[in-house]
């Protein structure tokens, strides 16, 4: 990650202590200097080997170098036994104690302690707010005399001998103490260390409208981001890792050069329109004011851009058309680099335009190739009809208006199948001879011969005036009634003019046949 970060410290404020425990501490050895310039007849002197002392409740005594160089010891008062020292007035250190008691500048034991007590400690962080209190006590001669006792604390400074105050808890600090008194010297350090437990990490998040793109396609990026508690957001940003090269961050919401910083947003929104294929990554980062440095603390997206699949357009004009006619198909893609069709020849071209005459409604499909996949095309063209009837034998088809047919029957003899009728036909009656007597004219009680022939007909009867074809004739040679569609039959004797009807009942939808035919008696002619 690519960023300039403010500098930040959280460790321990420099300690400005020491720097006047050694004033101090040259001061104190001025003092001595002088009292023992102005007391040197009474005061003992010291050297590496032997230390001397005029006047003393001892008096005058040469000790061995490996002895204290203090001769006043209280434990033994004749050689070395011992090691406790006097301070010039003759007494011991109280208690023995010469980690916190020293000989001060009066000559005298000074005592001078310094104590600190931190609550809570550890603390939580806390980015804004006093909540660690620090409470101080000093004890010694001079605390509630002149010269006053007075404390010096790490990170705060100068104090009185005791007293109470608040601190933020932003990082573990140093307020260890020392106690000094103008008349008794100053004290030992006293380490107090308060510690902080770092606030809970920030919490990011990073979303996409959509994970997969094409190129040419926008989407969103949004982060979300979230200080730990007591903490508190600084700044924050989005990086990027495009398909190749490095990652970099993306200031154009929140970067301000002239300071070097980036917003400080809970929430930004990013759209991204890619230029180029390939997988990007995102993460959100965040700067708080306890975590200094730039984090995603392992949140990130990944976006897939891919090459942009066949854009196609695909028409057919006219889309509907009546049986017999031609519509005109046109097809046109974009990121393509073949095209194939179905019903119709694209010649593998992109883009063209073909008529087609469909004979009933047909659909026209293909489908268009490129780097960026594969895009289906399709067009239906619809087809009408008159409706129809025609023949395939015996069977009735009937031509619907969406082209399609439908078989309706299948007539039997003696009907029939005719283009144009959705019904199955009768056919009429077919005279292939009609009624006919041979001779017409006759002598007296001669014959004839009466004789018919006709198809298609349900029936048919001859009947003569004479009762000749029906029930009642008596006839020898042609007896019984004449019922056939055809026939030849002798008359009998016919005496008087004699009519004969043919009558056929036809099949329905037909009209009856009815013919007659009359034999006429030929005159007889007598001799006057």
Request: net charge negative.
């Given at each position: 990650?690519?960023?300039?970060?403010?500098?930040?410290?959280?460790?321990?404020?420099?300690?400005?202590?020491?720097?006047?425990?050694?004033?101090?501490?040259?001061?104190?050895?001025?003092?001595?200097?002088?009292?023992?310039?102005?007391?040197?007849?009474?005061?003992?002197?010291d050297s590496v080997e032997v230390a001397f002392a005029d006047t003393s409740t001892h008096g005058m005594q040469i000790m061995p170098a490996s002895c204290p160089s203090n001769p006043f010891d209280t434990?033994?008062?004749?050689?070395?036994?011992?090691?406790?020292?006097?301070?010039?007035?003759?007494?011991?250190?109280?208690?023995?104690?010469?980690?916190?008691?020293?000989?001060?500048?009066?000559?005298?034991?000074?005592?001078?302690?310094?104590?600190?007590?931190?609550?809570?400690?550890?603390?939580?962080?806390?980015?804004?707010?006093?909540?660690?209190?620090?409470?101080?006590?000093?004890?010694?001669?001079?605390?509630?005399?002149?010269?006053?006792?007075?404390?010096?604390?790490?990170?705060?400074?100068?104090?009185?001998?005791?007293?109470?105050?608040?601190?933020?808890?932003?990082?573990?600090?140093?307020?260890?103490?020392?106690?000094?008194?103008?008349?008794?010297?100053?004290?030992?350090?006293?380490?107090?260390?308060?510690?902080?437990?770092?606030?809970?990490?920030?919490?990011?998040?990073?979303?996409?409208?959509?994970?997969q793109l094409q190129l040419g396609q926008s989407t969103t990026i949004t982060g979300t981001f979230a200080a730990g508690s007591g903490d508190v957001s600084e700044e924050t940003t989005f990086n990027e890792?495009?398909?190749?090269?490095?990652?970099?961050?993306?200031?154009?919401?929140?970067?301000?050069?002239?300071?070097?910083?980036?917003?400080?947003?809970?929430?930004?929104?990013?759209?991204?329109?890619?230029?180029?294929?390939?997988?990007?990554?995102?993460?959100?980062?965040?700067?708080?004011?306890?975590?200094?440095?730039?984090?995603?603390?392992?949140?990130?997206?990944?976006?897939?851009?891919?090459?942009?699949?066949?854009?196609?357009?695909?028409?057919?004009?006219?889309?509907?058309?009546?049986?017999?006619?031609?519509?005109?198909?046109?097809?046109?893609?974009?990121?393509?680099?073949?095209?194939?069709?179905?019903?119709?020849?694209?010649?593998?071209?992109?883009?063209?335009?073909?008529?087609?005459?469909?004979?009933?409604?047909?659909?026209?499909?293909?489908?268009?190739?490129?780097?960026?996949?594969?895009?289906?095309?399709?067009?239906?063209?619809?087809?009408?009809?008159?409706?129809?009837?025609?023949?395939?034998?015996?069977?009735?088809?009937?031509?619907?208006?969406?082209?399609?047919?439908?078989?309706?029957?299948?007539?039997?003899?003696?009907?029939?199948?005719?283009?144009?009728?959705?019904?199955?036909?009768?056919?009429?009656?077919?005279?292939?001879?009609?009624?006919?007597?041979?001779?017409?004219?006759?002598?007296?009680?001669?014959?004839?011969?009466?004789?018919?022939?006709?198809?298609?007909?349900?029936?048919?009867?001859?009947?003569?005036?004479?009762?000749?074809?029906?029930?009642?004739?008596?006839?020898?040679?042609?007896?019984?009634?004449?019922?056939?569609?055809?026939?030849?039959?002798?008359?009998?004797?016919?005496?008087?003019?004699?009519?004969?009807?043919?009558?056929?009942?036809?099949?329905?939808?037909?009209?009856?046949?009815?013919?007659?035919?009359?034999?006429?008696?030929?005159?007889?002619?007598?001799?006057?």
């Amino acid at each position: 990650m690519v960023r300039s970060r403010r500098s930040r410290s959280h460790a321990l404020s420099r300690m400005r202590g020491p720097r006047v425990l050694s004033f101090i501490g040259a001061l104190v050895s001025l003092a001595l200097i002088f009292a023992a310039y102005t007391q040197f007849t009474q005061k003992p002197f010291d050297s590496v080997e032997v230390a001397f002392a005029d006047t003393s409740t001892h008096g005058m005594q040469i000790m061995p170098a490996s002895c204290p160089s203090n001769p006043f010891d209280t434990d033994a008062p004749n050689g070395c036994s011992g090691s406790t020292p006097l301070c010039p007035d003759g007494t011991g250190a109280p208690n023995n104690d010469l980690t916190q008691c020293s000989c001060g500048q009066g000559n005298t034991w000074a005592c001078v302690y310094c104590s600190v007590s931190i609550s809570p400690n550890p603390a939580s962080y806390a980015y804004s707010g006093t909540p660690v209190t620090i409470s101080w006590s000093t004890s010694g001669a001079g605390t509630s005399n002149t010269p006053r006792t007075q404390a010096y604390i790490n990170n705060i400074g100068y104090v009185d001998y005791q007293g109470t105050t608040y601190v933020a808890a932003h990082a573990a600090t140093d307020y260890s103490c020392y106690s000094f008194n103008s008349g008794k010297g100053t004290g030992p350090w006293y380490s107090a260390v308060s510690y902080v437990n770092a606030p809970p990490t920030p919490s990011v998040s990073i979303t996409a409208g959509t994970q997969q793109l094409q190129l040419g396609q926008s989407t969103t990026i949004t982060g979300t981001f979230a200080a730990g508690s007591g903490d508190v957001s600084e700044e924050t940003t989005f990086n990027e890792v495009p398909p190749s090269g490095s990652e970099f961050s993306i200031p154009r919401y929140s970067y301000d050069p002239n300071s070097g910083t980036y917003g400080n947003s809970s929430s930004i929104s990013y759209p991204f329109t890619p230029t180029t294929v390939g997988s990007y990554v995102f993460k959100p980062y965040i700067i708080t004011a306890y975590y200094a440095g730039w984090s995603a603390y392992g949140q990130s997206i990944t976006v897939n851009v891919t090459p942009q699949t066949p854009a196609c357009s695909f028409n057919a004009s006219p889309s509907s058309v009546t049986q017999g006619q031609s519509s005109t198909l046109t097809w046109s893609c974009t990121n393509a680099t073949s095209c194939t069709g179905t019903n119709f020849s694209t010649a593998n071209q992109t883009s063209g335009s073909v008529q087609v005459s469909p004979s009933q409604t047909t659909t026209y499909s293909g489908s268009c190739t490129g780097t960026g996949g594969t895009t289906p095309i399709s067009q239906q063209v619809t087809v009408t009809c008159q409706q129809a009837w025609s023949c395939n034998g015996g069977t009735i088809i009937q031509t619907n208006t969406d082209c399609s047919t439908t078989n309706l029957s299948t007539c039997t003899a003696p009907q029939y199948c005719q283009n144009g009728s959705n019904q199955c036909l009768y056919p009429a009656i077919t005279v292939n001879q009609g009624l006919k007597v041979t001779p017409n004219i006759v002598q007296q009680k001669e014959t004839t011969q009466v004789s018919w022939n006709v198809a298609n007909a349900q029936s048919c009867t001859v009947v003569g005036s004479n009762n000749d074809g029906s029930s009642q004739s008596t006839d020898q040679s042609s007896p019984g009634v004449w019922n056939a569609t055809s026939g030849t039959k002798t008359s009998s004797a016919i005496s008087t003019q004699t009519t004969y009807t043919l009558s056929c009942k036809a099949y329905p939808g037909n009209p009856d046949l009815l013919q007659t035919q009359a034999v006429d008696i030929a005159p007889a002619y007598h001799e006057l």
